[in-house]
């Protein structure tokens, strides 16, 4: 089993259960509780009533609560330590079995280290970086590092859950491999570029464990608001113990702490650390790797979005869609002389020409050996490629750039049409890329080759504009053809013959503006932007150096990715609001539950606030403990799973969201107290 | 309730209503232009006063340098008030002969009236000098509601600043803001607005008290003094503390319905004006307009409260039908009726004026719990002039933590990030309310110091007290009544609750300014929480309600709410 080829775990896995039970129990240690003061507060009341029980036990008072109450109260209150320990024991289980499988896979790998020329079998974990390990087909690779020697297909499914091969190859951009896949043929010598227990394994499995994280900017804020709260609270209620007793109301201890619980934000407080553990964990269920929470933070925040043309916009490959002869020139000769053109060349953009005439003008492809024909290749210098007959007559075909095509005609004596410059600055105008075709000294016309748009790209598009996030298109075209497809796409700008630098720029300029930019990246030269970028996702298949500099890493390596990120980012946000929100006004039920229950013995009159009708002080009080403590279980699975994100829009949302959590949560507590009051009578506690 | 009686309310907040924008205009310009009016006359006045206070180049303060001013002239303000009260005797002006002021009353009264809370534990015709009056409190009158103004508008400078390239810390000069509120603002007016009070009736001599014989033959002192000089300024700076001791219930402070409504309006006035000028500098208005509107839902709720409870019979009475009928005139003034009385008390604890024109503590207990909610939602409800906006202020910060996550980005007002040293700040400045109002009240409640100084017992006793400390802590100054707040215990103990309050919530509020002002502005967008709408506005009111009734509604059951229901069995106090 694999993180991601892994399905996704229900909410509350039965295999999951037993050990976040047992680690429920383990989290009742003071230096565990103490670090969420909210809960410590709970754990602190618990503790006082439990001795205030023992002293009931001990020395019975007439004047003290019935037994049955102060001992329902402390285990109830007992338990609403245990539920959000529970909530968050159950977020970390769910990580750790992910773990436990990655470290599976670390095990037992021995790996063939090449020293002078010789392979000698070590131990994994003995390896160090700058190593030089072979692997050949049916190995595992032992270490992180990069290709140096050779060319394989590696099974990744283990990291990605992908199940296709991979292509590494030493030098370029799919030269880095990773510990743990599975070379499926031929050989590679790899150079191990980290050392143990730095491996990107080790850092994902910290991760998913939770042993790596750290509260976000953003959860420490909102813990200062819960512990402000708590202290108000606090404030309320012990000074509620004089000016009571001035009313001639003698308060139990038992029921003030039973307030204190009720009051204080203990539904987001028990459930904080879950939300931020399985904001993690989504992430990584879409197979994006995020080097910490602060990032996963950031991508709620995202304003603008930098997006590769290629392979995120546009399909990888520009496809040859139309044919432009010139005057005087047969439509049938420029398609034999394109085809020619192409036979040889390998690259899509030449099968897509072969196929277009073949589909198109229905001319069956020649045959190149029946022509003694020899193939000119692309180079950098020349740019363009073709080939030369020798039957029946010799022939230099070749197409190439406009300007390459236009130099090679001119430098034989031919001449160039006015209408070919047209032609190619209205494809250019389109988006399009214009090949021009020659034979000998003659031009004989135009290909078209078009970049094509992604299906549903344009729709993902408006949904970021209603998101408030502005995409802009990153690519090297020229600004012609960039602005064709922009427009074609739907992005709001773009960056036409981009380098690295201005890449770089761009970022600074946004993030000068006050936005938070988000990008992906996966080569070397796209490290800097990636690192300058608030949220930058590498590709998996791309080079280390992109991998380190970007703050998380897309193990399926799709571009597209960046959507979804930030629509988990947002997720994580909209559930701790939503809990906040739904916690701060259950307060509002609870009052009215408790606080007629505290004073109507002396003060009978005070009936009418009573509004739930509940039956007994003790029992009201009781069933508010109980609501207060049920309704963390009750929000696990909504705190796992994330409030869903809708784009409409921020002050729709708002509208949605108040409605539903702040409007609910005054509501939910009047019928849930009332109905566990009900229950209680009919058990017949109370 | 009557249609006259509505018809004052909305005269009254129609008044308000039109007066936010021209006067919110005026004080953007005041405080934000380039140029202020009036240069040729107020222009040298106003350069002579800052070369005084040493701040002769008018250069920007930051948060720390601002707050030190501020406290370093409250400091200053605290000891002249007293010693010239201790020493008032000596001093002319003092045709009365009033000896000097005792030593707990007047550091009571020096923190009262540093504060602009004007709690009163003594009575003004019978305990100050007119010099102490003059020189003293009405000075203090101005200069605490012109620094309030002050850190309300360091506040919003922090929050509407955009910071250039090289960074922004300063958040506007202390003493420039001092003197420009006083010198274009408060003293403008409070000339005009004295005037008038005095031809409406409102004394303003230096006589000494003339004795006089009564109809019935009765021999009466009548209690002189610069009564409208000091009228305006109590008003309009919503200090609240009265010239003699009934305040605005005594005739010769508010002598006709005319000056009873004028007097609600100024109080009102500036703290309205300011959401305006908040609007303005934030370069939408519409920012300004969703807290005007808020603070008036608010307003309406208490005032409709308090109009309907003051309707019913007290309770002691209603068995006689005659009475019963007019409703709670019990502790109100026959020339401005229910309406006027309860829109009076609404008005007065909202502002953080403290002013009253009826005895809130023989409201009914309904009644009486409207002004206690009032100063404990926080004085935000239009609140102190400055007070109440950078009160507001706190609350929209915590608005929008709270709820901004609900839209999926970490929170941000006006395109500043909410982080967590501002979440630290905004909490300093919520818990300071329970700590002073809750914790004192708790003393009191139980030692006999604090038990020994009630008229009353049972929950009204113990509103009473609440009501002592909340309008202490909130810096309203007005009085419940019924608590004979003159001994040591009460003095000191009020005494500590309103420096707390001014100064502890004072110094969070300009250091949130400063974290704030040097913050990127990430440019508004349709993914942005919006604050300048209906939907704002109702989350706004939610958070204040909510924040207010959560830490107050247990107390306050034991106080009016039990006595509400007491009363409706027949038991009264």
Redesign the interface.
């Known amino acids: 089993m694999s993180p991601a080829a892994s399905k996704p775990a229900s909410l509350l896995d039965v295999s999951l259960l037993k050990p976040a039970l047992r680690d429920s129990l383990k989290k009742l240690h003071p230096r565990d509780v103490a670090r969420n003061p909210v809960m410590f507060v709970v754990w602190a009341g618990s503790l006082l009533t439990t001795v205030l029980v023992v002293k009931d036990l001990v020395a019975p008072r007439p004047d003290a609560a019935p037994l049955w109450f102060t001992v329902s109260v402390t285990l109830w209150l007992w338990f609403t330590v245990l539920f959000a320990n529970f909530a968050e024991a159950v977020a970390e289980g769910r990580g750790k079995a992910q773990a436990g499988a990655l470290r599976k896979m670390r095990k037992d790998t021995t790996a063939r280290r090449m020293v002078d020329g010789r392979e000698e079998r070590v131990p994994a974990p003995d390896l160090r970086k700058g190593d030089l390990v072979a692997c050949e087909a049916g190995d595992l690779i032992p270490g992180d590092g990069e290709v140096v020697e050779g060319i394989a297909s590696v099974d990744e499914s283990a990291i990605t859950g992908e199940s296709a091969p991979v292509i590494r190859e030493s030098g370029g951009d799919r030269s880095a491999v990773t510990g743990g896949t599975k070379v499926l043929s031929d050989r590679i010598v790899v150079r191990i570029s980290v050392n143990p227990g730095e491996s990107f394994l080790d850092r994902m499995i910290g991760l998913v464990e939770g042993a790596a994280r750290q509260k976000t900017p953003n959860e420490i804020a909102l813990h200062i608001l819960l512990v402000g709260l708590t202290i108000v609270f606090l404030l309320a209620c012990v000074t509620l113990v004089p000016l009571a007793l001035y009313s001639g109301v003698p308060l139990s201890g038992t029921a003030v702490v039973a307030l204190l619980v009720c009051l204080i934000p203990t539904t987001i407080g028990g459930l904080l650390s879950a939300i931020g553990i399985a904001g993690m964990d989504r992430l990584l269920r879409k197979n994006v790797l995020a080097m910490s929470g602060r990032a996963v933070e950031a991508a709620g925040d995202v304003d603008t979005l930098l997006l590769d043309k290629t392979g995120t916009i546009t399909l990888g490959n520009r496809m040859a869609t139309e044919l432009l002869p010139m005057p005087g020139i047969r439509m049938e000769e420029l398609a034999e002389a394109s085809q020619l053109a192409s036979l040889a060349d390998e690259t899509p953009e030449g099968r897509s020409i072969v196929t277009l005439v073949k589909d198109t003008y229905k001319m069956r492809p020649h045959e190149l050996q029946a022509h003694h024909a020899t193939f000119v290749p692309f180079t950098a210098q020349t740019r363009m490629s073709g080939c030369d007959l020798v039957d029946p007559h010799p022939r230099g075909i070749r197409k190439g750039a406009v300007d390459a095509i236009v130099k090679h005609v001119q430098a034989q004596g031919g001449a160039v049409p006015a209408e070919l410059v047209q032609a190619a600055g209205r494809i250019g105008d389109a988006g399009g890329t214009p090949l021009a075709v020659s034979d000998g000294a003659r031009l004989l016309g135009i290909i078209h080759l078009k970049d094509v748009v992604k299906g549903g790209i344009k729709e993902r598009f408006d949904r970021f504009r209603a998101m408030g996030i502005r995409t802009v298109m990153i690519t090297g075209d020229n600004p012609r053809t960039a602005a064709a497809i922009a427009r074609e796409a739907g992005v709001d700008d773009f960056l036409a013959e981009a380098t690295p630098e201005a890449k770089l720029a761009l970022i600074r300029t946004e993030q000068g503006r006050g936005k938070l930019v988000a990008m992906t990246g996966d080569g070397t030269n796209d490290a800097p932007a990636l690192a300058q970028a608030d949220v930058g996702v590498a590709m998996n298949t791309g080079t280390q150096a992109a991998k380190e500099a970007g703050n998380m890493v897309d193990l399926d390596s799709n571009p597209t990715k960046l959507l979804e990120v930030v629509e988990v980012g947002k997720q994580l946000l909209m559930t701790r609001g939503t809990l906040t929100t739904f916690s701060i006004a259950n307060d509002v039920a609870k009052y009215f539950a408790i606080l007629p229950a505290l004073f109507m013995g002396v003060f009978p009159e005070m009936a009418p606030l009573n509004v739930m009708g509940l039956a007994s002080p003790f029992s009201a009080i009781l069933s508010a403990v109980i609501f207060n403590a049920l309704i963390i279980i009750a929000l696990i699975p909504l705190a796992l799973r994330g409030v869903r994100y809708r784009p409409l829009g921020a002050a729709a949302l708002l509208r949605r969201s108040l409605l539903l959590y702040g409007v609910g949560g005054v509501i939910v507590p009047f019928v849930g107290i009332k109905v566990i009051d009900v229950l209680l009578g009919a058990v017949g506690l109370v | 309730m009557t249609l006259i009686g509505w018809s004052q309310i909305l005269l009254f907040f129609g008044l308000v209503l039109a007066v936010t924008k021209p006067l919110g205009t005026y004080l953007f310009r005041v405080f934000e232009g380039d140029s202020q009016p009036l240069p040729r006359v107020l222009g040298p006045v106003e350069r002579v006063l800052l070369r005084l206070c040493g701040a002769a180049d008018r250069r920007e303060q930051t948060w720390v340098r601002y707050s030190l001013a501020l406290l370093a002239f409250s400091l200053f303000s605290v000891l002249s008030v007293y010693l010239l009260q201790r020493l008032q005797h000596l001093l002319p002006l003092n045709p009365q002969g009033l000896g000097a002021v005792g030593p707990e009353l007047a550091f009571n009264t020096a923190a009262s009236f540093t504060t602009n809370t004007n709690w009163q534990s003594y009575g003004g015709e019978s305990t100050l000098s007119y010099l102490s009056q003059m020189a003293g409190l009405a000075w203090q009158n101005f200069v605490s509601a012109a620094a309030g103004i002050g850190v309300a508008l360091a506040l919003a400078r922090g929050f509407t600043r955009r910071p250039g390239?090289e960074g922004q810390k300063t958040l506007g000069n202390f003493w420039v803001d001092l003197i420009r509120g006083t010198l274009y603002v408060l003293l403008p007016v409070c000339f005009v607005y004295a005037l008038f009070l005095v031809s409406q009736g409102v004394l303003q001599n230096f006589s000494a008290y003339p004795e006089l014989v009564t109809l019935e033959g009765g021999r009466q002192t009548l209690a002189m003094g610069p009564v409208a000089s000091q009228e305006a300024i109590k008003m309009l700076g919503t200090n609240g503390g009265g010239f003699f001791n009934a305040n605005s219930a005594h005739p010769f402070e508010n002598p006709t319905p005319l000056t009873n409504l004028v007097q609600m309006f100024s109080i009102f006035a500036i703290p309205a004006a300011l959401t305006h000028t908040y609007g303005k500098m934030a370069g939408d208005t519409k920012q300004g307009w969703a807290l005007f509107a808020a603070m008036s839902v608010l307003f309406f709720a208490g005032v409709a409260t308090a109009y309907a409870a003051e309707t019913q019979p007290n309770a002691a009475v209603a068995s006689a039908a005659q009475v019963a009928r007019a409703g709670n005139m019990e502790g109100k003034e026959v020339r401005y009726g229910l309406s006027a009385s309860a829109l009076f008390a609404t008005v007065t604890t909202d502002a953080s004026c403290g002013a009253v024109n009826s005895m809130h503590d023989s409201f009914n207990p309904l009644g009486g719990l409207v002004p206690l909610v009032n100063m404990q939602l926080g004085e935000v409800i239009f609140g102190g002039v400055g007070a109440g906006l950078y009160g507001i202020l706190i609350m929209v910060v915590?608005s929008v933590?709270?709820?901004?996550?609900?839209?999926?980005?970490?929170?941000e007002y006006l395109?500043k990030k909410?982080?967590?040293k501002?979440?630290?700040l905004?909490?300093?400045y919520?818990?300071i309310f329970?700590?002073f109002i809750?914790?004192l009240?708790?003393?009191a409640?139980?030692i006999p110091q604090g038990?020994s100084s009630l008229n009353d017992a049972?929950?009204h006793?113990?509103s009473e007290i609440l009501y002592a400390y909340t309008s202490g802590t909130a810096n309203n100054g007005s009085a419940f009544a019924g608590l004979n707040a003159n001994t040591p215990f009460w003095n000191i103990t009020l005494g500590l609750a309103m420096l707390g309050g001014r100064f502890l919530m004072i110094v969070p509020a300009l250091a949130l300014a400063g974290s704030m002002v040097g913050k990127?502005?990430?440019?508004a967008?349709?993914?942005?929480?919006?604050t300048n709408?209906t939907?704002f506005t109702?989350?706004l009111v939610?958070v204040v309600v909510?924040v207010g009734?959560?830490?107050?509604?247990?107390?306050l059951?034991?106080g009016p709410?039990?006595e509400h229901?007491?009363a409706?069995?027949g038991?009264v106090y």
């Open positions: 390239p915590l933590f709270i709820a901004g996550l609900m839209v999926g980005r970490t929170p395109g909410i982080e967590a501002e979440m630290k905004a909490m300093l919520v818990l329970p700590l809750l914790g009240a708790a003393v409640a139980v038990v049972g929950p006793g113990l990127k502005v990430v440019p967008g349709p993914g942005t929480f919006p709408g939907l109702g989350l939610s909510i009734a959560l830490t107050f509604f247990p107390v059951s034991l709410i039990v229901f007491l409706g069995a038991k």
